[in-house]
């Protein structure tokens, strides 16, 4: 049994799941090639969890690459159409390099992509899809919400000149308030903003804990605006998944493809982000569209570490048999024992397949 499996693991499990989620909020699956030309990856590599890329020439002599992600290939075959609204999911194979293992790896991947005319209720759909898709996964889950359009404002404010702001944009996804405040300092960016940044790196918790707070802070026109956004799309997510909703200014994805409500996805056990989205209208810009987008990824690799498959029964039914026993009387049974159940049919001495019940070719022997 150690090279193949009878059954799904928890990542196909989870993955046939999810799919059943996202069909049923109108999402059609979306299916691609194994392979995309390099440049497409190449000119966008900060968008990608890993810039490194596997790739081979073509017999054309062209520069192609396994591709090592989804998005960007769903926006490159597909169309604005009149900004047209469209809803896909995938389910996918991408080649990278595992955050478990750090080698190259074919990993399943899902997730979804909304993207056209968008509106509040488009992007707050696909944020309660990405709370629910946690919840499937796992009992024991959060899902970190931040809008960068407050974030990119207030680090624009510094000024073009301003020499710290990589390093204090470092310094908020590390939740370092001491950093910000002796940036802030070093570099003259004045004390409403210290008071500014320090609250955004400070401030985690549900939403009805962190918004009060932040409202005392941020008193401009568009910080208001900003938080008016991503407050009212937390009352808007499906009550039974507000719960699992943090507000977290560390989420900063790259503000060159990035903008509005950001988020990512964490489970009990894993100590990383298994889920990573939010929208994306600067790169659909990049990439020459003109309509909205949000979407996000599910990353199954990182579920490795939950298969419980060990654990779990192979079979429903071991049936056993002895050399000289009726085959067609075997056959017979077994599939009428299949109809409602998983069997196993297996020789007397197979004991290494684990099952709820063990019957010796008609009769319960365990």
């Known amino acids: 049994?150690?090279?193949?499996?009878?059954?799904?693991?928890?990542?196909?499990?989870?993955?046939?799941?999810?799919?059943?989620?996202?069909?049923?909020?109108?999402?059609?699956?979306?299916?691609?090639?194994?392979?995309?030309?390099?440049?497409?990856?190449?000119?966008?590599?900060?968008f990608l969890v890993s810039d490194s890329v596997i790739t081979f020439t073509d017999t054309n002599g062209k520069l192609m690459a396994l591709k090592p992600d989804v998005t960007l290939s769903i926006i490159k075959n597909s169309k604005d159409e009149d900004l047209k609204l469209e809803k896909v999911f995938y389910n996918e194979n991408v080649y990278r390099i595992s955050k478990g293992t750090r080698t190259f790896k074919e990993i399943m991947q899902t997730g979804l992509e909304c993207f056209g005319r968008l509106d509040r209720f488009q992007r707050t759909e696909v944020i309660s899809l990405a709370a629910r898709s946690l919840c499937l996964v796992s009992g024991n889950s959060v899902l970190d919400l931040s809008n960068l359009d407050l974030v990119s404002n207030l680090i624009a404010k510094l000024g073009p000149g301003f020499e710290g702001k990589d390093r204090i944009i470092k310094a908020l996804t590390e939740k370092n308030p001491h950093d910000i405040k002796s940036l802030c300092r070093a570099y003259g960016a004045g004390e409403d903003m210290e008071r500014k940044l320090v609250t955004l790196a400070t401030s985690y918790g549900r939403p009805e804990e962190v918004f009060p707070r932040l409202r005392k802070c941020f008193d401009a026109e568009d910080e208001k605006e900003a938080l008016d956004e991503l407050e009212a799309t937390t009352l808007a997510v499906d009550e039974d998944l507000r719960d699992s909703l943090r507000i977290d200014f560390s989420v900063i994805p790259d503000m060159n493809y990035y903008d509005g409500i950001v988020f990512k996805g964490f489970i009990e056990g894993i100590p990383e982000s298994v889920l990573s989205g939010g929208c994306y209208d600067k790169l659909m810009e990049k990439l020459g569209r003109k309509a909205n987008a949000i979407g996000f990824a599910l990353y199954l690799d990182l579920l490795e570490t939950l298969d419980e498959t060990d654990d779990v029964d192979e079979a429903d039914i071991l049936l056993l048999y002895e050399e000289g026993d009726d085959e067609a009387g075997l056959e017979k049974m077994a599939n009428e024992l299949s109809k409602k159940n998983r069997v196993f049919v297996s020789p007397v001495w197979n004991d290494k397949v684990k099952a709820g019940r063990r019957i010796r070719f008609g009769k319960e022997v365990e």
């Open 1 to 46: 049994m150690d090279g193949e499996r009878l059954f799904l693991t928890f990542s196909e499990r989870t993955m046939l799941t999810l799919r059943s989620l996202y069909m049923s909020r109108g999402y059609r699956q979306y299916r691609m090639g194994k392979f995309e030309p390099y440049d497409l990856y190449a000119n966008n590599k900060d």
